[in-house]
């Protein structure tokens, strides 16, 4: 292998396994953070070129942030870079997950984390909003995609489905833009073969396979998806279970996903959350792959290059949504209230590694606790 090749890999697995420890507060979160990372301060990606990417993997199912970061890997270093960033942002959470699992079982009880996240929270929104004004300048060029992003956002707020809006308003722009130049939905599960009984790993396999290869949307969606599967058809699981996992897929840094990891934990050992963890986040390093090669052609017509502007706004349009549904549960009072604002100063001020804000609010939040 070329010797600047595998530096760029050391770079990418260093960058991505300190992401997998640190990047609290979910998708949106996770996007700020790489972009503050890789486009800002290691400037290894364009700002278009970055937009294009999230544009890309919002249309296609998977936990999209964890599908960001395989695509900056693939596009940095190749399929090996996809490879490396993948696995390094996936593993620390996955091993957070895991004795998380492991303390549930054991004691039948989850860690509590409030302390923690009541100082991370703010910290997490000042990142999601600094990374939304940087990407906004960039990505509403024109006022139609800035309506669209207003649209979308108020749309979401209230309760329109992600993936209606996102496809939706990528074809309105496509289609608006053409006539100018001339004058969850989640995909319905397909079932699980069997019947309630003893967990089989290649049962537990084949429902987190088909959750990574269908599933679009957020946490939420994973918990009524795994639901129908794990509750009702193969009685693996209570309901309380499925919702203790979520949560603490959602209060964990890394990956909502791993909540895959909890659950085949709870339901067959550490083999089980192996296969599960491997189900849920296989088809992604597929997708990305085949995404490497489509996303630079989007960009060369005009048609598709508009749709792609579209889906681009919308999803800024929801990061917003999210974030502003984050900061109603993180700024309480007033030293949360001073926590956000004075991250959103500390970023636009200075170049301050984001992860050094999200140890600062952890300590804050675990000082506060203690006193």
């Given amino acids: 292998m070329h010797t600047g090749n595998r530096d760029r890999l050391f770079e990418l697995a260093g960058l991505f396994t300190r992401l997998g420890f640190t990047a609290f507060g979910g998708p949106a979160a ?21 937009l294009d990417m999230i544009g890309a993997v919002n249309l296609v199912p998977g ?34 997950v895991g004795i998380c699992a492991w303390a549930y079982v054991e004691y039948g009880s989850t860690p509590q984390a409030g302390a923690l996240l009541y100082g991370v929270k703010p910290v997490i929104v000042a990142i999601v909003v600094q990374a939304l004004w940087r990407l906004g300048r960039s990505a509403l060029k024109t006022p139609l995609l800035a309506a669209a992003a207003v649209g979308v956002l108020l749309f979401y707020l209230l309760g329109a489905n992600e993936l209606l809006l996102l496809f939706g308003v990528g074809a309105l722009v496509a289609a608006g833009d053409r006539l100018w130049r001339r004058g969850v939905w989640a995909l319905p599960g397909l079932g699980v073969v069997g019947l309630e009984g003893e967990p089989s790993l290649s049962q537990l396999f084949g429902v987190f396979l ?3 290869a269908l599933l679009y949307g957020s946490g939420y969606v994973l918990l009524a998806f795994l639901h129908n599967d794990l509750v009702v058809q193969l009685g693996w699981l209570t309901h309380q279970q499925l919702l203790d996992a979520v949560a603490v897929g ?5 990956p909502v996903f ?7 934990y709870v339901v067959a050992g550490v083999p089980g959350a192996l296969v ?9 390093f597929f997708l990305v792959a085949g995404l490497g090669h489509i996303v630079p052609w989007l ?5 598709s290059a508009a749709l792609l502007d579209g889906v681009n706004a919308a999803a800024l349009g929801l990061m917003a949504g999210v974030s502003w549904q984050l900061g109603q549960t993180a700024v309480l009072d007033w030293l949360t209230a001073l926590l956000a604002v004075g991250s959103y100063v500390v970023l636009t001020r200075w ?15 675990l000082l506060q606790a203690i006193l």
């Fill in 30 to 50: 996770h996007i700020a953070m790489m972009h503050d990372e890789v486009v800002v301060r290691r400037r290894w990606i364009e700002e278009q070129h970055f």
């Fill in 63 to 96: 936990p999209n942030s964890t599908e960001l970061a395989l695509h900056i890997g693939q596009v940095r270093a190749g399929w090996r870079g996809l490879l490396v960033a993948g696995c390094s942002f996936i593993l620390p959470a996955v091993l957070i």
């Fill in 210 to 212: 088909k959750a990574g």
């Fill in 250 to 254: 959602q209060f964990t840094p890394g």
């Fill in 258 to 264: 791993t909540t895959a990891t909890f659950v085949g």
């Fill in 276 to 284: 599960a963890t491997l189900g849920i986040f296989l088809p992604s």
């Fill in 299 to 303: 960009r060369r017509t005009s048609w």
């Fill in 351 to 365: 170049r301050i590694n984001s992860a050094w804000l999200v140890a600062a609010g952890a300590g804050v939040g």
